[in-house]
């Protein structure tokens, strides 16, 4: 009987692993014990912040994770060895970046020192000599061995139990997040137990003591060498970053970090119930189709037969999506102009209209004049937002026929506010009567739109925020390129020029100079594809330094 029941158990044992592997790929995850709200076991089911993400990440791109519960120390080192596939809660730090690999940051954190009230310990200085406590295996455990602040540090395999030791009288301080050790604190009622701070000399207020160095980037980390699955967690944080499944989870986990106080701004959008809303629901609208283009793309990726075409179309959108991201504040600084212009006139407007004095055709005429006014402004802001949504749009179109003019206004009327406000100067040499060129304008902006923002960034590298000497040449002319005749667009900055030993690598996917928090590296590499597919070229000069000059040849049709 007992060998029948065995059978029995072992039979649905293999077709609930059958059927999990038949709905997708199957992975084997873990969280540790007590690190709330990004790890939290209290009913032993793995859940919190990082627990649900990682989850939200898994459903997107089509695969299946098991969650164990276990002491950090014990699954990071199976995540090492390759007992573990992927942990959802594991901060970066370069010597582990040698063990793990990571995918970009979803959160970044500051540590801090706990203290009993009343201790004289307020900033790192206070540390050396002292008994500290800290969670085995954590960020802190490196830090404190890195500052080199006691000879014997007290570990502990939950932060719990650090700050449980910390309130009943032993020890001298706790390092930990500030976040997690003030929920700790909240959720264990150790009301004799508080963050360290300290005095700001030049204004006597209270400060929060965050420790320098104690940065803590958390991500999704995989054992060394799985880049299938890293590619797939990328994917997954960017799409629930996009559809706002992250804003949910942190809406769930976050409650007391909202701020829901009304702003000046939200007062003032009563005074202008026409405009406003019509911009609000353009921009909406602009985010929402991006955002329906994205999910169509996933599903013809999906249908697709051919992975390389599919990959390469998916890395050009991916790109084209950060790219507006990059373009947000420059074009709401833009449509912010207009607005205040006719919030303005609007007011003159009403006061005239009110006023019992002064000659009536007088006013008549000046309503004429400010109400004109009011109509080109608000032309400007529908030409911004119909210029961001041109860009957005998925690109079906087949190749047409424009002029290298037009590309480059396009795109300068997106983002020539981003670049001119880091105090860079742009300058325009095109030649008069260009012969047009037949392409995709759409793919053609988003290459001048990479330019663009890497000469930017290769400006600030090398001037400070406030030097005028920063410049960017955009120049348009005719030229012959292996013996083709070419209309030659340049873009030119005289920063800080690329290394020697970058300079073989620029076009490859995934390599950048930049951190990894600022770019992925795919810009220059998508860039260098569009122009292939055009039958045209990405060329460049350099010299570290002193400038860099990209140059995009775009042939002319046959007949010209």
């Known amino acids: 009987m007992i060998r029948k029941t065995s059978i029995v158990i072992l039979i649905i044992f293999v077709l609930s692993f059958s059927v999990a592997y038949a709905d997708g790929e ?14 939290v076991t209290d009913e032993g089911v793995a859940d919190g912040f990082s627990v649900d993400l990682l989850k939200a990440v898994a459903a997107e791109v089509g695969i299946n994770i098991s969650f164990k519960i276990d002491d950090w120390a014990i699954i990071k080192q199976e995540l090492a060895d390759g007992e573990l596939d992927v942990l959802p809660l594991v901060g970066y730090t370069e010597e582990r970046d040698e063990v793990y690999d990571f995918t970009a940051p979803y ?59 910390l309130a009943s009288g032993q020890y001298d301080a706790v390092l930990a997040q500030n976040l997690v050790g003030q929920l700790i604190i909240d959720d264990l009622g150790l009301d004799n137990l508080e963050p360290a701070t300290s005095i700001n000399e030049e204004n006597q207020t209270v400060l929060r003591t965050n420790l320098k160095g104690f940065e803590h980037k958390l991500c999704f980390a995989v054992k060394e060498g799985d880049k299938e699955l890293l590619a797939k ?64 793309k996933k599903r013809e990726l999906e249908a697709s037969n051919d992975a390389i075409l599919s990959m390469e179309a998916h890395l050009i959108n991916k790109q084209k999506l950060e790219s507006i991201g990059v373009l947000a504040s420059g074009v709401a600084h833009e449509i912010n102009n207009p607005i205040n212009g006719i919030m303005n006139y609007g007011q003159i407007i009403n006061d005239l209209a009110a006023s019992q004095d002064g000659n009536l055709n007088e006013s008549r005429e000046n309503i004429e004049i400010y109400s004109k006014e009011i109509i080109q402004e608000t032309k400007r802001v529908s030409t ?9 749009r998925t690109d079906k179109s087949l190749s047409s026929k424009t002029d290298a003019e037009t590309l ?33 304008s759409q793919q053609i902006q988003q290459v001048l739109l990479n330019l663009l923002t890497n000469a930017k960034d290769a400006l600030i590298i090398k001037y400070p925020i406030d030097d005028y000497n920063k410049k960017i040449l955009i120049s348009a002319h005719q030229h012959v390129a292996a013996e083709k005749k070419v209309v030659r667009i340049t873009v030119e900055d005289n920063g800080s020029g690329i290394p020697i030993e970058a ?8 390599f950048t100079t930049k951190n990894r928090s600022d770019g992925t590296g795919l810009g220059l590499a998508i860039s260098y594809s569009i122009m292939k597919d055009h039958g045209g070229f990405l060329s460049f000069e350099t010299e570290e330094g002193q400038y860099t000059k990209f140059h995009i040849d775009l042939p002319l049709p046959q007949d010209e």
């Open 26 to 39: 199957f992975y084997k995850s873990a969280t540790e014990y007590d690190y709330p709200p990004f790890s």
């Open 107 to 165: 959160i970044i954190m500051h540590g801090n020192i706990f203290i009993r009230k009343g201790s004289p310990i307020s900033t790192e200085d206070d540390l050396y000599g002292k008994q500290i406590v800290v969670m085995r295996g954590d960020n802190a455990q490196e830090y404190a061995e890195l500052m080199n602040f006691t000879d014997t540090l007290i570990l502990t395999d939950t932060y719990a139990e650090a700050f449980e030791l």
């Open 233 to 296: 967690l990328n994917e997954g944080l960017a799409i629930v970053s996009a559809n706002g499944t992250y804003d949910e989870l942190y809406k769930k986990w976050f409650p007391f970090l909202l701020d829901t106080t009304p702003t000046i701004w939200e007062a003032l959008q009563s005074m202008l119930v026409v405009i406003i809303p019509v911009v609000i629901v353009l921009l909406v609208f602009a985010v929402l189709y991006t955002r329906r283009q994205v999910n169509i």
């Open 384 to 392: 911004i937002v119909s210029n961001l949504l041109t860009f957005s």
């Open 408 to 440: 480059i206004e396009g795109v300068l009327s997106l983002c020539s506010v981003l670049i001119k406000r880091n105090s860079i100067s742009i300058e325009l040499d095109i030649e008069k009567d260009l012969p047009q060129v037949k392409c995709r």
């Open 503 to 510: 300079q073989k690598h620029i076009f490859e996917p995934f």
